[in-house]
Every structure is written in C-alpha cells, then in structure tokens.
C-alpha cells in the first residue's frame, strides 16, 4: 500500500480509502454485516487505514456497522471520517448533539476527519449562521474532532468560497475521467491542493459506470494500448496520476474488487502515465460521454421515492441500454426489476414530477426530466408485456406443482 500526506497535518494516509456507503447485502434484504466487517478488517490488515461512512448511508445503519468493524483493536489502525448533515441542523446545539449521538454510536472518543456533508452555497450559508465555524473551532478544541473538512458536489464557484471562508484541513470531491470539468473539477482539485488541504476523492468509478463491461468501441480502444489494464484500473490510476489527491475512496463490497483494488493501489503513483495512456484515457472518456444519458452515480440520495421509483435502477438501466445498443437485455431487465414481475413496481413512469429528487441530488440533475425520458424509452408496452409474462410465470407454476404431485404419488 502507498501512502500520501495531509499537507496541513503530516497525516500518512492509505492511497486507497475504504467507503462505507455501498455495504454488501443479503439475499432476503438488509446489510450483510458479518460479511461487511470481514471485508473491512481484511483492507485494514492489507494496509487500508482511512474510512468513510455517513448517518445518512444505509438509513443510518453506516456507522453502527463501522463500530462493530473496528472492535477488537481495529479503531487504533485506522482514522475514521464522518459527516455531520447540514439538513439535520436546525440550531448550534444540533451540532453538538448529533457529535456526541456520532461518538457514542462509533464507540470511540473522537473523529479523526469530520465533513459537513454535501454543502452547496445555500447550506453553507445556513450552516455558518448557525455557529458551524465556532463549533468546528470547539471540538477539535476539546479533541472531539482532530480535522474539519466538507464533503461538495456544487459548483467550482462555490466550492472555491467555501475553501476561502474557513481554516479547513482537508474536502471531499468527485473526481473521474468523466468529470474533468463538472462540479469541483480538476480546476476546483488543484485551488485545494494550493490552499494545503488534503482531497479525498469520492465517485472515482462513477458508480461503477466506469468498471466495466464496456461498450465494443470503449474495449477496442483499452485493447489498443500497449499497457493492458481493467476498465476499473484505469480509472484508479487516473486519479491517482495527479498528486493534489491525498485518498480515493471505493465503496467496495464484493471480495475480487477488493483484492484488485488493492493491487492496483501499489502502483498508485502520481505523474507515472505515459502520454499514450492519458490519450487512450482521453478517447474513452469521448466514447462515454457521448453514450451516456443520465450523469447518475447511484448514490441513493434521492430515495426513497414518494412515487415508489427505484430512480437510481431506473437511470442505471436506461444507461445500459443506450451503452451497449447491440445487447437488448436491459429492457427485459427493466420490465423484470421495475415492472413489478420479479420485484414490487418501481418504474419511471410512476413519477409524479413532486420535485423532492431534484433538492436532494448531489449531481444536480433534473430527475423528473429524465425520468419521463426512460419511461417513454424503456416502458412502451409494459401494461400489455408484464401481465402476459406474469400470467406465464403463473402457468408455469402450475406445471411444476402438478409435476410435483404426480411425483409425489408415483
């Protein structure tokens, strides 16, 4: 594992950091918490020695998880970073609340790296008048917290007078090959950079969009290169090609991309690829933005739907459909998963263009828009498809228990 340094601090911190946002999940629903703390502890003990959770990840079951992860000796190895949510805070004394509610929850006596999550200019606005800057100030005062930083997704504007208007430590960005010049951007990285905080990067796979399988076109030109790598590596080593990036966080929950993600981080070096890498980069990340349709990472943030949308697999399909035209099983996917025949109804064309998505989207992206989008596209006859498939899974059922009979009574 490779480590690079908190400019302001002299923190040494693992290259690759561990997200707790995306935990694995059992078949019958809910965390899969033995397997979660298994993967955690097993990065932990291969040299991973940042984490990053949220109360707002899992309904806030995040960080009770995380606690259970770091008993037995594994808090001392590694520093945590958590948020406090600005739409939670009401008045200063929320802040020190939902700290204390934080601290006792992790059982631990401080938080190494705390962000106010996901601030835009309206909620800093309103977090510095509520005293957020004096309470920063207190806890780390009191050892409470050790750094303050803030997690963003606005505008490189904004992002910049947020890093002016108070002595932070550290920002959380995202950052990809696909996002060079959306939100924070490489412009927003390197004033960061410049101003001595450490930038943690979140979305580096961009919700996994970026990990593969590829399009035919995006893999002929991955086959071109002279350096053969995954998809998924080189959109690690992308990001970690520029040395303004302190940590890459991956919401790792699968084993094989743990151990990859593991291999790929020793060779985490900045400024290490070639001109003829960064150009084979460069026309990927063409290929992809003229494919892509919708810009969603699959953060979850705009759940649960009030409509009952699952928008996130809603969005995730319709991006497949249109990444790879040549494979049709994306529609039969989304009638399955969204139509209501292998899972509850959660299609797009339930929306009810309520706006509540649009407020909570970390990337900004008019939901309701797209939403109509993907339902003129992926649902077309859906109304006559599903019934007819559900009346065939039916009869299909029948046969089965009839065959068990006669088995039965042979």
């Given at each position: 594992m490779l480590y690079r340094t908190v400019p302001k601090t002299g923190d040494k911190l693992s290259v690759l950091g561990f997200g707790y946002m995306r935990l694995p999940q059992k078949k019958s629903g809910g965390i899969d918490?033995?397997?979660?703390?298994?993967?955690?502890?097993?990065a932990i003990d291969n040299g991973v020695n940042y984490v990053d959770t949220a109360p707002a990840y899992h309904f806030g079951k995040s960080e009770?998880?995380?606690?259970?992860?770091?008993?037995?000796?594994?808090?001392?190895?590694?520093?945590?970073?958590?948020?406090?949510?600005?739409?939670?805070?009401?008045?200063?004394?929320?802040?020190?609340?939902?700290?204390?509610?934080?601290?006792?929850?992790?059982?631990?006596?401080?938080?190494?790296?705390?962000?106010?999550?996901?601030?835009?200019?309206?909620t800093w606005e309103k977090m510095k008048n509520l005293g957020v800057r004096e309470f920063l100030d207190s806890a780390k005062k009191d050892?409470?917290?050790n750094n303050a930083g803030f997690s963003f997704h606005g505008d490189t504007a904004t992002f910049k007078e947020i890093i002016d208007s108070y002595d932070w430590e550290f920002c959380q960005i995202q950052y990809n090959y696909l996002d060079e010049h959306i939100q924070a951007g490489t412009e927003g990285l390197s004033y960061a950079a410049g101003k001595q905080l450490g930038v943690m990067i979140m979305e580096p796979l961009r919700g996994g969009n970026l990990a593969g399988?590829?399009?035919?076109?995006?893999?002929?030109?991955?086959?071109e290169s002279s350096v053969k790598r995954?998809?998924?590596?080189?959109?690690?080593?992308?990001?970690?090609?520029?040395?303004?990036?302190?940590?890459?966080?991956?919401?790792?929950?699968?084993?094989?991309?743990?151990?990859?993600?593991?291999?790929?981080?020793?060779?985490?070096?900045?400024?290490?690829?070639?001109?003829?890498?960064?150009?084979?980069?460069?026309?990927v990340r063409d290929m992809f933005q003229?494919?892509?349709?919708?810009?969603?990472?699959?953060?979850?943030?705009?759940?649960p739907c009030p409509a009952g949308v699952d928008i996130p697999g809603c969005f995730s399909l319709y991006n497949a459909h249109h990444l790879f035209p040549q494979d049709r099983s994306a529609k039969f996917q989304y009638l399955?998963?969204?139509?209501?025949?292998?899972?509850?109804?959660?299609?797009?064309?339930?929306?009810?263009q309520c706006g509540k998505c649009v407020k909570s989207c970390p990337q900004h992206l008019s939901i309701p828009d797209h939403l109509q989008d993907v339902s003129t596209d992926m649902e077309g006859m859906m109304g006559v498809i599903v019934p007819l498939l559900k009346g065939?899974?039916?009869?299909m059922n029948q046969i089965g228990r009839i065959g068990q009979i006669f088995a039965f009574n042979k």
């Amino acid at each position: 594992m490779l480590y690079r340094t908190v400019p302001k601090t002299g923190d040494k911190l693992s290259v690759l950091g561990f997200g707790y946002m995306r935990l694995p999940q059992k078949k019958s629903g809910g965390i899969d918490e033995e397997r979660a703390i298994r993967q955690l502890r097993y990065a932990i003990d291969n040299g991973v020695n940042y984490v990053d959770t949220a109360p707002a990840y899992h309904f806030g079951k995040s960080e009770k998880v995380l606690a259970r992860a770091l008993a037995d000796g594994y808090r001392e190895k590694v520093r945590i970073a958590t948020k406090l949510p600005p739409w939670s805070v009401h008045s200063r004394d929320d802040m020190d609340r939902i700290l204390s509610s934080q601290l006792a929850t992790l059982h631990t006596s401080h938080i190494d790296y705390y962000l106010l999550h996901s601030l835009s200019k309206v909620t800093w606005e309103k977090m510095k008048n509520l005293g957020v800057r004096e309470f920063l100030d207190s806890a780390k005062k009191d050892s409470r917290i050790n750094n303050a930083g803030f997690s963003f997704h606005g505008d490189t504007a904004t992002f910049k007078e947020i890093i002016d208007s108070y002595d932070w430590e550290f920002c959380q960005i995202q950052y990809n090959y696909l996002d060079e010049h959306i939100q924070a951007g490489t412009e927003g990285l390197s004033y960061a950079a410049g101003k001595q905080l450490g930038v943690m990067i979140m979305e580096p796979l961009r919700g996994g969009n970026l990990a593969g399988p590829v399009p035919d076109e995006i893999k002929r030109i991955w086959d071109e290169s002279s350096v053969k790598r995954s998809p998924a590596e080189w959109a690690f080593r992308w990001v970690w090609n520029h040395p303004e990036v302190t940590v890459v966080l991956s919401g790792m929950n699968d084993e094989i991309h743990i151990d990859e993600n593991l291999r790929i981080a020793q060779d985490a070096i900045p400024n290490s690829l070639s001109p003829a890498e960064l150009d084979s980069i460069a026309r990927v990340r063409d290929m992809f933005q003229q494919r892509m349709k919708v810009g969603c990472s699959g953060c979850g943030y705009c759940m649960p739907c009030p409509a009952g949308v699952d928008i996130p697999g809603c969005f995730s399909l319709y991006n497949a459909h249109h990444l790879f035209p040549q494979d049709r099983s994306a529609k039969f996917q989304y009638l399955g998963r969204h139509g209501g025949l292998l899972s509850p109804v959660s299609y797009a064309g339930l929306c009810r263009q309520c706006g509540k998505c649009v407020k909570s989207c970390p990337q900004h992206l008019s939901i309701p828009d797209h939403l109509q989008d993907v339902s003129t596209d992926m649902e077309g006859m859906m109304g006559v498809i599903v019934p007819l498939l559900k009346g065939g899974l039916w009869c299909m059922n029948q046969i089965g228990r009839i065959g068990q009979i006669f088995a039965f009574n042979k």
